[in-house]
């Protein structure tokens, strides 16, 4: 639950009246759990604290972003009509003949711009586009913005989610977001049974100070965010590095993996329209037919238009709708005769797909729009509250002098085998598919058991006792 040291047990009184049963199964476990979630708290709390802060400003930067580009997003006066979108993406080839069309978002609202998006823009990142924005009822261009991911990033929530996924360096950046994600639920489990086990201390926590005090709020806090930090975590991974490849390929496994519309074209295109390399996207019926022909199938806006890739591919128009009810249906139109070749509907996904798509957009604000961004945002206030709580009461225990003393090795050797094993399976299962938690898990272990060798022998050449 918590993301930072906890107390040593002299920080609250034991549960009293507590059943032998109980105390007999908890017993073993509550200083192993307290070690592993005091020193997970100290090695992971800055990673935490960088990833609560980044997305607290991710999550506000979708209000932003409105406001920042309003004059973009927008159009000077709402007309009668819309012009078509073939007209539309022409005046925008005109203000910007550079690189090829690579997809078209037509207005989705009466007030809204067009969005044409281009690709291999010299002087764009090659993994972003260059959107163009285009009043639909006079066709003029509002402004050009470069653009990233499928949520329709622009330039100031480009910046902020990179820095949240990689602090903008890239592949290898990204290995810490993974590792916060993956302790994440470690930490906010072993707090949680932490807490609990402390069911009559808390009342005798209420109205005291100093470390009790900070205790009590870093709990309290703690044990009310806790399954919002579990979904965090778990949702956070399904598209890190390592544990998300992991993910993927046992959902793949399951049948369970996002299908996709088939974009293969039949019949004979030669001589059907501009060619697939041409760049403005008038490929043999035009956008304005296929845009009607995906209409007729019940795709309401918002859409994406994505021309035909070869000769041989078909367009693909695409709901882009993230917000709920999602909207999240595809077709692909032969280019040929504006038919249909193909349809796939979201209530059709594999329930592991669903669930999937549910999770990364609650995860990154956009399912349930701004209350979905202001509970992400008092997620983030509420880890950097118990990042902040947790060193404090190490700085307590010390007296407010020093950092106490860390957690007494050896908590594992009192829990018996019929316990252990089964713990030391399940960590080494989960390690594996969650790689930045098992392999930080057995690097702690290591060190951990050679510092307790040295300082063993150095108690014994002493003539000193080292428990």
Known sequence: ??????????????????????????????????????YAGVLVAPFLLV????????????????????????????????LPISEQVTAARKAHP??????????PADDATTRVLLSGVEGVDPTHTLAVFVDPYTAQVKGS????????????????????????LGQTGRLYSELAASWLAVIALGGLALWFSRRRARRKLRGTSGRRRTLGLHGTVGAWAATGFLFLSATGLTWSTYAGANIDELR?????????????????????????????????????????????????????????????????????????????DAVAVDPATGEVADVLRFADYPLLAKLTRWGIDLHTGTLFGLVNQIALMLLALSLILLIVWGYRMWWQRGRGSAFG?????????????????????????????VPLLGIPLAAFIAVDVVLGEIAHRRGRANGVGVG
Do not use: N
């Open 1 to 38: 639950m918590s993301t930072a040291p906890s107390p040593t047990t002299d920080e609250a009184p034991q549960p009293a009246a507590e059943p032998a049963s109980t105390r007999s199964r908890w017993a073993p476990l509550r200083p192993l759990i307290l070690r592993l979630h005091f």
């Open 405 to 433: 003393r860390p957690i007494p090795r050896g908590a594992w050797q009192q829990v018996p085998p019929q316990i252990l094993l089964p713990c030391v399976a399940a960590i080494a299962v989960v390690g594996y598919f």
């Open 51 to 82: 990833a609560a802060l980044t997305g607290f400003l991710y999550a506000g930067s979708f209000q932003a972003e409105k406001l920042v580009y309003a004059d973009e997003l927008t159009v000077s006066a709402v007309g009668d009509a819309k």
């Open 145 to 168: 913005l470069e653009q990233y991911g499928s949520t329709g990033a622009l330039p100031l929530r480009t910046w902020i989610d990179e820095f949240h996924r990689d602090l903008h």
């Open 98 to 107: 550079e690189g090829s069309v690579a997809a078209v978002r037509p207005s």
């Open 252 to 328: 793949t496994s399951l049948g369970q993996a996002t299908p996709s519309v088939t974009a293969t074209a039949g019949g004979d295109h030669t001589g059907h329209g501009a060619s697939a390399t041409a760049g403005d996207a008038a490929h043999g019926v035009g956008l304005d037919k296929v845009l009607s022909a995906a209409r007729a199938e019940g795709l309401g806006d918002p859409v994406e238009i994505v021309p035909p890739a070869d000769a041989s591919s078909a367009y693909v128009v695409k709901q882009v709708q993230r917000s709920w009810p999602e909207k999240q």
